[in-house]
């Protein structure tokens, strides 16, 4: 290391401690150094001072807004000009000359930047600046040292302490090396298997990358040790990913349990009623951002109902108008309804656009719980499972404590016997169908908070309803809902070993051979199939 470097690295620790608002002279001068190494530490160790006066020279370096004349230094901005040595304003000298900064130093001067959000009042933001430094050099040193003798929030220190025993790992001291790489045995950062994977490497020569043999073998450690809680994140970060598609998939799947479970009928319709129920939810935002704009995050509050009535009454009409003359003709019902969902897409289109539209999450549904170092469990996910549940046991309760839910199943187990008792079979299909329908736009509603909503929303969800409601038995609200997590916890993890697409083939496949062995599904057939 030459002079500059350890008087650059000295002035950082000076400064550090004594947190002055002025900028040495010194330091300014080896910002315009002809030493590469040199101006790099210099930018840290200004970033490290944390006042708006090193974020302003820093800036105007990035810029190149600053010149150079008989070892003073000048910063343009716009006609003013001012003299950094004396603080005072001046006017620029005839022969003075631009500070030029090349990729590597402008990057080191955006990482600078981006770490002295480590200083902010506000946690939300520190933490943000935490995770965007991930990966740290030598030079940022005195920056992180500084937030962390300043810094108050334990989870954050944290952090910051595995960012300062990553960047000791390009020490030329052994000593500091072996420590850093045993404060980092307890880490999840994967960022830091390439910086260790390095340290093993072998030159052609046969010597290693890290000299020091008892350092390889803490480094080996501390891999072994790292790829064991990424194995265990992993497996529960696919966990909970399985559960949050499951979820979905049993939203989308459950009123096409009871359409097609209950009352047999071949609904290719569907994934439009799903949709209907997304674009319910984007209105009552717009609804709430043009009249209640104070109280956006409350527009869920009339999406869901909303969403429910206006889906189950687009499936009564459909019922009424249509489906109540091919009960008993699956292939004519499944025809009419596929002709029926083209219309519903052609007529979105023709009301919202062809463009996708956004449905943004409420400010309490946005973010999430960090776990295990690295997980994040987004809020809406964490949600629409819960409310995926709920509504699951709301139409439980429906089919098995209700009045409504008793005729249904009167009809579904003997239809004529309904009739002979007094049943009125036909408007309990319109209700049932109707029911179903709600259902559908509930899972809509659920959609909407995951990604945009567009027109083709529905198709993306209509096979994947069919196979879970086959694979769980027909008809059956336990098998549906043992299918849609089953099948969702199988998607996330074959998807990271065979790719998306292969996935949905192989789970294609598997759900046949168990058809063919077992065709009643998971749970016994019930219906008026039975008859």
């Known amino acids: 290391m030459n002079i500059k470097k350890i008087l650059g690295v000295v002035l950082g620790v000076i400064v550090c401690c004594s947190a002055q608002a002025t900028i040495d002279q010194h330091l300014l001068l080896d910002l315009a150094g002809d030493d590469p190494d040199a101006r790099i530490v210099a930018v840290n160790t200004m970033a490290a001072l944390a006042n708006d006066e090193a974020a302003q020279v820093l800036n105007a ?3 190149e807004n600053l010149y150079l004349k008989d070892h003073v230094i000048y910063e343009v901005d716009g006609e003013s000009v001012t ?10 000298p005839d022969s003075a000359e631009a500070l030029v900064i090349n990729n590597r130093l402008r990057g080191a001067i ?14 939300a933001t520190r933490l943000a600046a935490v995770h965007d430094l991930q990966q740290v050099s030598a030079e940022q040193l005195p920056l992180l040292k500084h937030a962390y003798l300043q810094e108050n ?24 090396r072996k420590a850093a790489i045993k404060s980092l045995a307890e880490t999840n950062n994967a960022n830091l298997k390439p910086l260790l994977e390095a340290m093993l490497k072998q030159n052609p020569d046969g010597s290693y990358a890290e000299p020091d043999e008892s350092i390889r073998i803490e480094v080996v450690t501390t891999l072994h040790a790292l790829n064991s809680r990424l194995a265990r994140t992993e497996v529960i970060g696919n966990l909970f990913y399985g559960i949050s ?9 459950l009123g096409l349990a009871i359409t097609f479970g209950l009352m047999g009928i071949i609904n290719m319709a569907h994934g439009e009623l799903l949709m209907i129920g997304a674009y319910t939810t984007y209105v009552c935002q717009l609804f709430f951002r043009h009249f209640f704009p104070q109280a956006i995050d409350a527009y869920l509050l009339l999406a869901v109902p909303s969403a429910f009535i206006v889906s189950g009454l687009v499936g009564i009409f459909l019922e009424r108008t249509v489906i109540r003359w091919l009960y008993g003709r ?7 309804t596929w002709g029926i969902s083209l219309i519903l897409m052609q007529t979105v289109r023709s009301i919202f656009g062809a463009q996708n539209v956004e449905v943004a999450n409420p400010s309490w549904m946005s973010g999430g719980i960090t776990v295990l170092g690295s997980l994040v469990l987004s809020y809406n996910r964490i949600v629409i499972i819960f409310f995926a549940l709920a509504v699951v046991a709301v139409v439980w309760l429906i089919l098995n404590k209700t009045r409504l839910g008793l005729f249904v199943r009167a009809a579904m187990q003997n239809r004529r016997m309904a009739d002979c008792v007094g049943v009125a079979t036909g408007k309990i299909d319109m209700l049932t169908f109707g029911l179903g329908s709600g259902i559908a736009g509930l899972g809509g509603v659920a959609l909407s ?26 008809g059956q609200l336990a098998g549906t809902l043992l299918a849609a997590f089953g099948l ?36 016994a057939l019930k219906g008026r199939s039975v008859e």
């Open 245 to 253: 598609l499951g979820s979905v998939l049993l939203l989308a799947a």
């Open 488 to 523: 969702g916890e199988i998607n996330k993890f074959l998807e990271p070993v065979a790719g998306a697409v292969m996935a949905k083939i192989v789970i294609l496949v598997m759900i046949i051979i168990f058809i063919q062995r077992r065709p009643q599904g998971l749970f």
């Open 61 to 63: 370096l990035k810029n």
């Open 153 to 176: 929030d334990p989870e954050i220190k944290v952090q910051l302490q595995l960012l300062i025993a990553s960047a000791n790992l390009q020490s030329t001291d052994p000593v500091v």
């Open 449 to 474: 908070q995951l990604g945009n909503v567009g027109p083709d929303l529905g198709q993306n969800y209509i096979v994947d309803s069919f196979m879970v409601v086959v694979l769980g038995g027909v």
């Open 110 to 123: 955006e990482n600078a930047l981006s770490g002295m959000k480590l200083f902010s009042k506000d946690k």
């Open 83 to 92: 003299n950094l040595i004396s603080g005072k304003t001046s006017s620029l």
């Open 330 to 336: 699956p292939l004519e019902t499944l025809l009419c």
